[in-house]
DNA sequence: GGGTAATTGTCAAAAAAATAACTTGACAAA
DNA sequence: TTTGTCAAGTTATTTTTTTGACAATTACCC
């Protein structure tokens, strides 16, 4: 499959480009000029540019890109029209938070279940929450695609193996340590303590 | 001031340095190589000493770095060797997580109180919620220095403002907005939605 | 103590990313 | 038609970041 190799930069951009030109959508605006763009994520016409040349580029020269198609040539990079479904692996504080994420629904992701090693609750947000033990006939059985790893740093690297175990393909991680994984599956990370880290050293500078 | 300016990509670096170092301080080892510790974070020596040599380097040649050293200047380097007073303003779903998060107490901030605009709960993990409406009283009585924004996006900017407004210089935001801020407030997002879609494109490239 | 191996700090080269410059096609107005 | 303007797509340049190389220094062994 000769498909070219996309930058960590640019892929990190992408959602950036996506959230501007749904917000443009619903304002019902029609098109949009890379300088305008760029200027409404504080980067340059040129950078807005070669982002989407990387795509094969969905504009019009002379008159800008129009807004609908970027959008969903967008939701198609990025992977918005595909359906997902979703489990939770940790139902402590960070995992009841996720359960009530709005964010999934809102990008076609579905949560079908929490899973704990001693669940305290059986149910978050509707969701019913199932003792670890349960998880791989679980999975097996519900076209499970995507796991969320919210459990303490401890239980994170035996999690994130018996999830690849299992057949899933795609982590996100909230867990604060770097997983070892093989090169085929997809995972994000959330570092909680390194962005807090990161907001410290730079409160310090600042206050220089 | 003559500080020279450390790049983005360094900053982002630092967290992962101390963690790494702190690890091998509590497993009691006494030195480590650049060798050794960027095998660990999965870099190359070479940039760990280039990284270090910013900062002033404080390994010995030929011996490599002592591990309480680096953890102590790292420690300085990120204050973390200072105080911060931090408030939550939101007390929803990420609020309420954030009021249970242990890395603040771990890296020594300490989370004074809550606000939100309509308080459904007056207390978080022993943590008292206020309404927002006593916001400027209390951080301006209780030396606040950092403040966290886990509100709904469409709050998120009004907040910073108030925020800004009262002298808070550092700004930890969970809502899914770039902030128009001044240029001395330090900020750092964590943006959920964003990483979900970095994953959604992971998911969709390697699954081709 | 002298020789050898280890390892830093720093400089220079290479690679990657961002920015700027240029070329071309599309459209509107004359 | 023709022409001027706008803005995309593309190429070139600059800047930033990473990697590689090596002299200088130190620990350790005999």
């Excluded at 999975?139 to 994130?160: E, G, L, W, Y």
């Excluded at 018996?162 to 990370?189: Q, V």
Aim: with cysteine; charged share 20%.
């Amino acid at each position: 499959m000769g498909k070219k190799i996309i930058s960590e930069a640019v892929v990190k951009r992408l959602p950036k480009y996506y959230r501007a030109v749904k917000h443009l959508s619903e304002q019902n605006v029609e098109k949009i000029s890379s300088k305008h763009l760029a200027e409404l994520l504080g980067i340059t016409a040129s950078q807005v540019r070669q982002d989407f040349c990387n795509f094969g580029g969905f504009g019009q020269q002379g008159y800008g890109y129009d807004v609908e198609k970027l959008k969903s040539e967008l939701a198609t990079i990025i992977g918005l029209d595909e359906q997902y479904n979703v489990v939770i692996v940790g139902a402590g504080n960070i995992g009841r938070a996720l359960g009530g994420y709005q964010g999934f629904e809102k990008y076609g992701f579905k949560v079908q279940a929490m899973f704990d090693t001693n669940p305290i609750v059986d149910n978050v947000n509707g969701i019913k929450v199932y003792n670890m033990s349960q998880f791989g006939e679980y999975v097996q059985t519900h076209k499970t695609d995507m796991a969320v790893i919210a459990t303490p740093k401890a239980a994170a690297q035996s999690v994130a193996d018996t999830i690849i175990a299992n057949g899933i393909k795609s982590i996100w991680n909230f867990a604060p340590i770097d997983l070892r994984i093989p090169d085929d599956i997809a995972i994000e990370n959330i570092s909680m303590s390194e962005s807090l880290l990161v907001l410290s050293y730079r409160a310090k500078i600042k206050n220089k």
